[in-house]
Nanobody, 128 residues
């Protein structure tokens, strides 16, 4: 059974930084020879869920939403079962619940409908 567990959310002032982590179990080892995508989505109150940042396996191709490019960095641990999101220069509009995801695809999609596995989410609040 695939399980994704996020951590690292919290409250920070605008301009600050946070690092989110996601531990994935039940997927990486059994799909070591497959193409798949790990990434982060977020959902702000009253808004639709949106793709934020992605990294493909095994080629490690990175994709970012325009709103976070240059401020956020996505990376994986060596064992490919841990995902990180380094968030710098945070803005109030980054306030949202952030979800770790896995998609069984060689290309990383920003569409929530293309995600196969979701974590429970971790909340990020950025105050002005």
């Amino acid at each position: 059974q695939v399980q994704l567990v996020e951590s690292g959310g919290g409250s920070v002032q605008a301009g600050g930084s946070l690092r989110l982590s996601c531990t994935a179990s039940g997927y990486a080892d059994s799909n070591a020879d497959s193409n798949y995508c790990m990434g982060w989505f977020r959902q702000a109150p009253g808004k639709e869920r949106e793709g934020v940042a992605f990294i493909s396996t095994p080629r490690s191709i990175l994709n970012y939403a325009a709103s976070v490019k240059g401020r956020f960095t996505v990376s994986q641990g060596n064992a490919k079962d841990t995902l990180y999101l380094e968030m710098n220069n945070l803005k109030p509009e980054d306030t949202a619940t952030y979800y770790c995801t896995i998609s069984r695809s060689s290309s990383c999609s920003f569409r929530p409908a293309d995600v196969n596995y979701w974590g429970q989410g971790t909340q990020v609040v950025v105050s002005s």
